[in-house]
């Protein structure tokens, strides 16, 4: 089973705080998201393979680590997770980024897939799924079938907020995916949406409702 991690370091429990705040505007709600997901960066990335090179400082030759050359793929599902992909390229500028078109059907709540592309390489790559909420799980589901019909065999998902419900559905379709989270929620209304939540993050994102 894939392993639920949640990143509670005091920063980001802080920032996350402004993020769920109605009253914080889309520029600060921007700002936070980017910033929360380039903190959880360093957690999803902290089993990436390091290789031993020699180089020579200024008083001598060592041998040091550097990342050996396995790829990252980042893939933000539409819209939302555009707003966690520019803090993970923070951290790892050369990650190649794919994106996964997904809405949710107001009627049915099952996601429907309008776009997908990716790198030819997924394959080869591991793979940071991003979605700021993880609420039903379908969306989620969606997104990773799709990238293993493609091949890829290593994937992560990275959100801000999950429900338990989301949690358990995502790890049922798919237990081999780890899933890196920031807080967990225990509620879903009657509308799908998180409870206490953020809200809409791709209407809190880009200011549209």
């Known amino acids: 089973m894939g392993k639920v991690i949640v990143i509670d370091h005091p920063l980001i429990q802080h920032k996350l705080t402004f993020i769920r705040d ?13 910033e929360v997901s380039m903190l959880m960066g360093y957690e999803v990335t902290r089993d990436m393979a390091l290789e031993d090179i020699e180089i ?23 819209r939302a997770g555009l707003g966690m992909v520019e803090g993970i390229l923070e951290l790892i500028p050369a990650a190649k980024v794919g994106h996964i078109g997904l809405y949710r059907d107001p009627e049915t709540l099952q996601p429907v897939e309008y776009y997908c592309k990716l790198p030819s390489d997924v394959h080869e790559r591991q793979l940071v799924v991003l979605d700021p ?13 799709f990238l293993k019909e493609r091949g890829a065999t290593n994937i992560k998902f990275v959100c801000l907020i999950a429900s338990k419900h989301g949690i358990e559905v995502l790890q049922k379709h798919h237990d081999d995916v780890d899933i890196y989270v920031a807080a ?18 791709g209407d809190r994102l880009y200011g549209t409702k």
């Open 184 to 201: 967990i929620d225990d509620e879903l209304n009657d509308h799908a949406y998180i409870v206490p939540g953020l809200g809409d993050a």
């Open 22 to 34: 109605k009253n914080t505007g889309s520029k600060g709600f921007r700002e936070m998201v980017k």
């Open 56 to 78: 020579e400082t200024p008083i001598c030759k060592t041998t040091s680590k550097v990342l050996t050359g396995k790829k990252l793929g980042i893939v933000p599902i539409l």
């Open 133 to 145: 909420m993880l609420a039903t799980g379908g969306s989620a589901v969606a997104a990773i079938n």
